[in-house]
């Protein structure tokens, strides 16, 4: 039988976990949490053999509990079951030590094959994330932005037009128009919304 810990923030969803495995003889659900910080508590009581672990959570999100189970000894799998796909989710949680990598649409007899799995220590990823990951693998690294060029995109997001960006970063118009030439350019877009989707989604910048 293989004991499991649920964590994700959402009442509903581990309710529906919980009563998923609970009706497998296969399975044991030892214990849930409601994020990162609860799950390093939960599974030092617990011992979990697998962990399903969610990544967008208060207090502590899920790739910083994978860092902090591994600093405290733990030997479970982290199974990571979210419903984000992005590169700025799935690389850092393969990179932190994630087992695999799941999507909350997986069906309930591919996420039971896919705990097995991981419990033997078999790497398990979703068709969409296993494509996202080797394309990111497949594709030469891209030049990260300056300092410079994300406080340009900043301004930019925030409503203000060159000549105002300008202004609030004591340059001239002329470098801003180079500074967002360059972040186009290494951001593979060819307009200021674009660029601006662009770095929100890599989590260059954050919404306030």
Do not use: C, W
Not at 46 to 70: F, Q, T
Not at 99 to 116: I, M, Q
Not at 172 to 201: I, M, N, P, Q, W
């Amino acid at each position: 039988m293989i004991g499991l810990l649920i964590v994700d923030d959402h009442p509903v969803v581990r309710d529906g976990l919980r009563g998923m495995f609970a009706g497998d003889d296969r399975f044991r659900v030892l214990g849930e949490a409601g994020n990162g910080r609860e799950a390093l508590a939960v599974a030092r009581a617990v011992s979990p053999d697998v962990v399903l672990m969610d990544l967008r959570m208060p207090e502590m999100d899920g790739v910083s509990a994978i860092v902090a189970l591994r600093e405290q000894g733990s030997d479970a799998r982290v199974l990571v079951l979210t419903t984000y796909d992005t590169d700025r989710d799935v690389l850092p949680a393969i990179k932190a030590g994630a087992t695999g990598y799941l999507l909350k649409d997986t069906p309930r007899e591919e996420l039971f094959r896919a705990v097995t799995a991981a419990h033997r220590g078999e790497s398990v990823l979703s068709p969409a994330v296993a494509g996202k990951l080797m394309g990111s693998l497949r594709s030469p690294a891209k030049e990260p932005l300056s300092a410079r060029e994300i406080e340009v995109l900043t301004l930019i997001a925030r409503g203000n037009s060159n000549r105002e960006a300008a202004a609030q970063l004591f340059i001239s118009e002329a470098t801003v128009k180079t500074h967002l030439l360059h972040a186009y350019a290494k951001l593979g877009v060819r307009d200021r919304a674009a660029a601006v989707a662009a770095a929100f989604e890599q989590g260059l910048l954050r919404r306030e």
